[in-house]
């Protein structure tokens, strides 16, 4: 088919879903419009809002075709060589995620083809878009099982992960060479994300999706998802933070965005022992867990892994009784732990011992003395009130320099003379 006569394909496909749809007559009218005057960027990023919301704008044409994939194949495909590839490789997942609410497309088959269609030009996408379709594949492909309701034990439920998973550790070498800087970055690390938090929560451990979940809140406008979305995923985050092992940057969680959308919910007990965690406040902690027992109770993961929360919470009240100390000031007896972290004198040991093991502390115990020096805490996330208290310090810290200089200012002379 020559270019002209793609053209008016193009156009008659745009005019006869306006008469078709007539309460998306005005959307598709303005596609015709920038079509005809050839101006691809403005029809490219139309095309792409017009496919991101399918409540609204998803129909079928006149033989029964998902009017997405119509779309795409008569309009986009036709001149994607005109068009930002990171966009192309976008308007191609909003389309191919359509397909898999389409009974006659549930197995993603149609779906996977056009993500892989669009591959088979990858010199042609550059890095960014390449890997952009490879992890919005990966995800699709989770999809699918997601819904198939297939074991995760089966020889092609394994299979099918093995596979995302090598896809997975691929892209992560191409991640780190694109720049954040980048305009297109946020959104290609975005996608890499969403597939490795999908990965994770599939197989585990809890750890390793928390590792994944935080960096995709922080490169995802989360006004974007659906308020289900958002509340998943702040829910999976809350309790990966609790039960992750060697997660102790409660601050880092609490401060995340993503977590607002559980207040004023069943589950915003979750959000209140981040926050007693955070700070390190043991019985703030208990008394939640208390008041919310039988909440907890419907948590499967608190409930099989509530020893090692509360092992967590007691080293996080060690570690924060160390920040609250002047750097000066850090030679902690056993007694003043044991008050700070509410455990037996006879255990404190053991919890200095474990915190050092962790690298939560570095520093050296004295067992006679019954004393830990504390010379280094580790750096996490602060809340509010932890960065008012870190800047009272520092303004004390000026003051005690600041006297420190005019007493040397003021002897230096006399001494000099001497």
Known sequence: MSAAEAANAAIDHLESMSTLQPDLSEQYQNLVNLYQKKLWHQLTMSTLEFVSTPSTTLRTTAEGINSYHALFEKVILPIDKKINQLNLARIASFVSFSLLDDPPYKDGVAARSILENVLEKRDRLGPAAALYTEARLGLLGLTVLARSGEALTTESSVKALESTKEAITKGRSVLAELADTESEAAIVHSAFYETAMTYRKAVGPPEAYYREAIQYVAYTNLSELSQDERYNIATDLSLAALTGEGVFNFGEVVAAPALQCLEGTELSYLVELLSAGARGDVHGFQRVADSNAEAIQKQPTLVSRAEAVKEKI????????????????????????????????????????RALSLNLIKGTMDEVEQTVDVSWVMPRALTNKQMTELATRFGEWAVKVSKTKDYMMEHTGALLNQ
């Open 314 to 353: 007691t080293l996080l009240a060690l570690v924060n009784m160390v920040f609250e100390r002047p750097s000066l000031e850090r030679t902690l007896s056993f007694e003043d732990i044991s008050d700070r972290v509410s455990v037996p004198l006879d255990q404190v040991e053991w919890v200095i011992m």
